[in-house]
């Protein structure tokens, strides 16, 4: 048992052997602790108001190293510029649960994990408060922060992890190989990896990481999750969570979840973020899950893939509910606010997608390649394609369900479908208004479909939309099956033919309340042609 107040400790080493040489060591206490080693649960070490300095171990904890029920408690301590050759650059914590609070953890670097601090154990529930990890770095997981096989360490009160770097996950915090942490009120900020999660990253099966009022900001990553992510089955819950400026050079600009990860999300805002490939905002790929509610995606952009906003791809599953995507951009791809392809399924209740823009198809949202969208009282609105619909667009085996659903004022530029457009896919809609949108160059102001599988729809009002060559209100240019049940096309206007709908090569399967008034057209069929 010892105290000790107003101490240093200074260019001290540690010198391993050979049992050290692997990861996680039967003997780890062999060659760790540069500065300070305490091992055992009779041993009891209070330390304030201390310095560690340039301390180097050949193992674990290049400063200080805690193990095997160690009592410890650090207040207003300081471990500097240490070194360890295996993982915790300044504290390495084996089964133990100290208490380290108000002290600083500053330019220290693990050869593997964990630059700034490193936790492994079944048994270990530490417990830091109002830390500072500053500028250390890991050559694999964690730069600030790495955990394994760990039992719920906690890192709380308005704690700070600042400019680490990690060789390959989590630039800030990692969790990984069953380990489990808790952040709360902790800022992570221009933190990079080298691989995923320039903020943070959960990986592996029974990994967890929960995250809550936490800001995460200006991180980068060299592959997915510029702020976070989530890979290989890891699990991630992130509760009243900001992510703002930062950048993926692959997907997920603020957060990728992918290869059956796991993300749980709510009260949550992504913004101003930036994705190389796809999912400015946030992308799901390679059956990921994704449990989203009360979320806000806002202003993040996709470089060269879809989903300025949401990308979710390869059988992912994404369940929303209350999200909001603003001013989102796929700026050489589609999906401006959302995409949803390749066999992926979205179900979204309270979903509004807003002055968004995509470069080809769907400024607002892409449902193609065999994608499945269930959507239930949702707005498009003021969205832009560069090509085809400007709201929506189904395509490519798509299927699309859609409920209580109001398209307005978005623009189609090259293509059809200034609100809604479908190719080769599947569309059922149901209380469905569609106003005010345009069609700057080709057919369906309101809606356009070419070669449509299934079109049915029924309580649907098109009215004041304008395409500048067929079918104001309505085109069809080729579909297998359409059913039209209480349709009201009004007010809408085309450049050339059937100012109300324009049909053409359409096996209709049933036609009820079918109103058309008020249209116009520049040649041919005011109200509407066949």
């Given amino acids: 048992s010892a105290v000790l107040d107003t101490s240093l400790w200074e260019f001290n080493t540690a010198n391993g052997s050979a049992s050290c040489a692997g990861e996680w060591a039967a003997e780890p206490w062999i060659g760790s602790g540069g500065g300070l080693a305490a091992i055992g649960a009779a041993t009891s ?8 300095v340039a301390g180097l171990a050949d193992a674990y904890g290049g400063g200080v190293f805690v193990a095997h029920g160690t009592q ?3 207040t207003r301590t300081n471990i500097s510029a240490s070194y360890a050759g295996l993982s915790g650059g300044a504290l390495g914590v084996w089964h133990a649960s100290p208490r380290i609070a108000s002290s600083k953890l500053a330019d220290c670097i693990a050869a593997r994990d964990g630059g700034g601090l490193f936790v492994l154990g079944e048994n270990a529930a530490p417990v830091f408060s109002s830390l500072l990890i500053s500028a250390c770095e890991a050559g694999l997981d964690g730069g600030g922060l790495a955990a394994v096989l760990s039992s719920l360490p906690r890192l709380d009160s308005d704690s700070v992890i600042d400019s680490c770097r990690a060789g390959r996950l989590g630039g800030g915090v990692c969790v990984r190989a069953a380990g489990s942490v808790v952040v709360r009120d902790t800022v992570i900020t221009g933190c ?6 320039g903020g943070l990253a959960v990986s592996g099966l029974a990994s967890q990481l929960n995250l809550t009022a936490a800001v995460v900001s200006s991180c980068v990553s060299a592959g997915d999750g510029g702020g976070l992510a989530s890979v290989d089955a890891g699990r991630f819950a992130a509760v ?9 050079a692959r997907d997920g600009g603020c957060a990728a979840v992918r290869d059956s990860g796991v993300l749980v999300a709510s009260d949550y805002l992504f913004e101003k973020c930036e994705a190389v490939r796809s999912g400015g905002g946030l992308s799901g790929d390679r059956s990921a899950q994704l449990v989203l509610a009360s979320g806000r995606l806002v202003a993040n952009r996709a470089v060269a893939g879809n989903g300025g906003g949401l990308s979710v791809a390869l059988g992912s599953v994404v369940k929303s509910d209350e999200l909001v995507v603003f001013n989102c951009s796929a700026a050489t791809a589609s999906g401006g606010g959302a995409s949803v392809v390749t066999g992926a399924r979205l179900t979204a209740q309270d979903l509004r997608i807003e002055a968004s823009d995509a470069a080809v198809d769907g400024g607002g949202l892409l449902a193609g390649s065999g994608a499945q969208g269930v ?18 667009a189904s395509q490519s085996g798509a299927q699309m369900v859609v409920s209580v659903c109001v398209v307005e004022a978005n623009t189609a530029g090259a293509g059809s479908g200034g609100g809604v457009f479908g190719q080769n896919a599947v569309f059922n809609a149901s209380g469905l208004a569609v106003v005010r949108n345009v069609a700057t160059t080709g057919s369906g102001g309101g809606i356009g479909l070419e070669a449509m599988v299934t079109f049915d729809v029924n309580q ?13 209100g309505l085109s069809i240019a080729a579909a297998d099956r359409v059913v039209l049940a209480d349709v009201e096309l009004g007010t809408n206007t085309a450049g050339y033919a059937g100012g109300g709908f324009y049909f053409a090569d359409v096996a209709f399967s049933a036609i009820t309340g079918f109103v058309v008034a008020d249209n116009s057209a520049g040649s041919l069929g005011g109200g509407g042609y066949v």
């Fill in 45 to 52: 070490l209070d330390i304030s108001d201390s310095s560690c």
């Fill in 72 to 74: 410890v408690s650090l």
């Fill in 192 to 197: 990079t990896a080298a691989s995923d999660g």
């Fill in 240 to 248: 009243d969570v900001v992510v703002r400026d930062s950048v993926a």
């Fill in 375 to 392: 959507l239930a009282n949702v707005s498009a609105i003021a969205n832009i394609a560069g090509r085809s619909g400007g709201g929506l």
């Fill in 460 to 472: 649907v009002v098109a009215s004041s939309n304008e395409a500048n060559s067929t079918g104001g």
